[in-house]
């Protein structure tokens, strides 16, 4: 039996609070926690935290926030866990942990990441546990709270059904992001009918599920996902800004350890440099504006690959990019020696970058067991089937995934040789 | 170019073989909690800790031809089969990984089943709560499971013994 500490009755606010929003109309605000984590600082910093890091290169309206994000996530669990009947504790759990599921994230976290090998998820679980404001207003609840909304993002919390309206494979996340990320891209890719989604979804057996005459509204939302994916998150340009600064942090790091004399000495930057425990208040304090600040300090670096590197991203003077094909590994192995022999350091200006997606996967019958949960139709004599063997439009783009590789580089540097070996000559 | 791509393929290298997407998961997670240069996120899903990202390497190295995957029948379920390939193993000439010996290790890991690789990399997962908080996570979050206390002491026991191997 999983232990729990005695919950207060949750405070209600005198009235309703609501915001406006562009993509539900109205996010309804009626629990005191709720409304105080809003308020929190922590809850605040994400204001300064673009939502899509480097899209805004290529789509210039993408410039909303995590903020934005984390606050429609919360509104479209809300619009859910309206339709179940759920004890007033897991309402609040769900409810909570949707407001707060990204208060980890830093700036532009997909480069900065995987050159510091941080986890966004880790830091977002630290900010919930730790000594933070976010951590006294959920105790507020019970002492255990805060401990059961980390477990509730992290995965571990013992009720999956609760766990699966954040993350799975139709989550409150997803349904936010693609409608939001469409509407400030301002592509047409994203949109799917989420109202009657929403309308149509019930719990059988603990799991949730869609009613089978919203079929046609998820093929859409499968549809908009694949499409967001290859149109919008994966687009060339997006992905090669994120490359420079990707080069660009794996470039102070190494100047750092090798003591390099920095004209302006990235301080709030030095605990990740160092690989070690970066402190809390430490990791909150860093955002958006600290990065550009800095680059923009560092086009004037007298290190010639790392002002470059901060110019080409402060002026958006990007890589270019073309197709590679990765069983042509003995040419990247040439391009380096190219590279080299042409005075250009290939750590810093050539880079294989390969996204991929699976759309939507489930577990077929005979094979090895998998993990993801699929989605599941309520069928009209109340049996339950598996979305694609209903849907031909998902079944085509089920356990297909789509790889491509790009290989970024300046053109503006490289020689006419090198040029003709990167198309395959 | 493709680094992460070509440690699994190195580990597979050294490992001969290994059955099982599930064990295959458990022993990079294992092998990257002992310190071992794996960069995969790994989060907490049905059978433990599972990398999005490794399942995504592996069909690209299968994709590729750089792995072998070969079904097979068990009965009454069916189970991968993972070995690297000719031509696998050319790509590692030309895009060489330093990893250091894993060998001993991966010896010990391979020899295991993938369901008592779950119990060890859970309670490796979990490294940062009590005993008495892990058991307790175990019994909940595993519950389909049924691991006995005695199976937990034994991947307690059988940690510290991968930890003398590294």
């Not at chain 1, 989604?197 to 046609?216: C, N």
């Not at chain 1, 499409?227 to 190494?254: C, D, G, N």
């Not at chain 2, 310190?35 to 390497?57: A, V, W």
Request: with cysteine; charged share 30%.
């Amino acid at each position: 039996m999983y232990k729990t500490d005695h919950m207060k009755t949750p405070i209600l606010l005198d009235e309703e609070k609501v915001f406006k929003d562009p993509v539900h109309r109205y996010i309804h605000v009626r629990y005191k926690v709720i409304w105080d984590l809003i308020n929190s600082r922590e809850f605040q910093r994400l204001r300064r935290i673009r939502q899509l890091g480097t899209s805004h290169y290529t789509f210039h309206g993408a410039e909303h926030s995590r903020l934005n994000h984390s606050l429609g996530v919360y509104e479209v669990m809300r619009r859910m866990v309206s339709k179940f009947n759920l004890s007033e504790e897991e309402t609040l759990l769900c409810l909570c942990s949707a407001l707060l599921h990204d208060i980890g994230h830093g700036p532009f976290s997909h480069s900065f990441e995987k050159v510091f090998k941080t986890d966004h998820e880790q830091w977002t679980q630290r900010i919930i546990e730790g000594n933070t404001e976010v951590h006294h207003i959920l105790r507020e609840i019970s002492d255990d709270f805060p401990k059961k909304v980390s477990e509730v993002i992290g995965k571990t919390y013992p009720n999956k059904m609760v766990v699966s309206l954040i993350t799975s494979q139709f989550d409150a996340d997803r349904m936010d992001y693609l409608l939001r990320d469409a509407y400030y891209t301002g592509v047409n890719y994203g949109n799917f009918d989420m109202e009657r989604i929403l309308r149509l979804l019930r719990i059988v057996d603990d799991q949730v599920v869609i009613k089978h005459s919203g079929m046609h509204a998820m093929e859409d939302y499968i549809v908009s996902r694949y499409q967001m994916y290859w149109q919008v998150y994966f687009h060339p340009v997006t992905r090669s800004a994120e490359v420079i600064l990707r080069k660009i942090f794996q470039r102070a790091k190494e100047l750092y350890q090798n003591g390099y004399p920095f004209r302006t000495y990235p301080e709030p930057m030095v605990s990740f440099f160092k690989d070690g425990d970066i402190p809390l208040d430490q990791y909150l304090e860093f955002e958006e504006s600290t990065v550009f600040y800095y680059i923009g300090e560092w086009c004037k670096e007298s290190d010639t690959i790392f002002s470059d590197l901060c110019q080409r991203f402060l002026y958006r003077r990007l890589f270019k990019y073309v197709q590679y094909d990765p069983n042509d590994y003995r040419t990247w192995a040439d391009l380096q020696d190219l590279f080299l022999k042409q005075g250009i350091d290939p750590r810093y200006y050539l880079e294989l970058d390969s996204p991929s997606d699976l759309p939507y996967d489930f577990y077929q019958m005979g094979q090895e067991e998998e993990e993801k949960l699929p989605i599941l139709l309520e069928m009209p004599d109340g049996s339950l089937e598996e979305l694609s063997n209903q849907s031909i439009i998902v079944k085509a783009i089920s356990g297909k995934r789509r790889f491509d590789h790009k290989l970024y580089f300046p053109d503006d540097l490289v020689s006419e040789e090198i040029r003709s070996r990167l198309r395959g000559n | 170019m493709l680094q992460e791509h070509a440690k699994v393929l190195h580990l597979l290298e050294q490992a001969g073989e290994v059955v099982g997407r599930k064990k295959l998961q458990k022993i990079v997670y294992i092998t990257q909690k002992l310190k071992f240069e794996f960069n995969q996120r790994f989060q907490f899903h049905f059978y433990g800790p599972y990398s999005e990202t490794l399942s995504l390497e592996i069909e690209e190295l299968c994709q590729l031809g750089f792995l072998e995957e070969m079904l097979e029948d068990k009965g009454n379920y069916n189970v991968y089969r993972y070995q690297i390939t000719d031509k696998g193993k050319d790509f590692l000439a030309h895009i060489p990984v330093e990893m250091g010996n894993m060998l001993p290790l991966l010896d010990k890991l391979n020899q295991s089943t993938a369901r008592f690789l779950e119990l060890v990399s859970t309670v490796f997962y979990f490294e940062n709560l009590s005993r008495a908080e892990v058991e307790e996570k175990v019994f909940t979050l595993k519950a389909k499971s049924n691991y006995t206390k005695e199976e937990i002491t034994e991947a307690y026991h059988w940690i510290e013994e991968l930890k003398k191997l590294v």
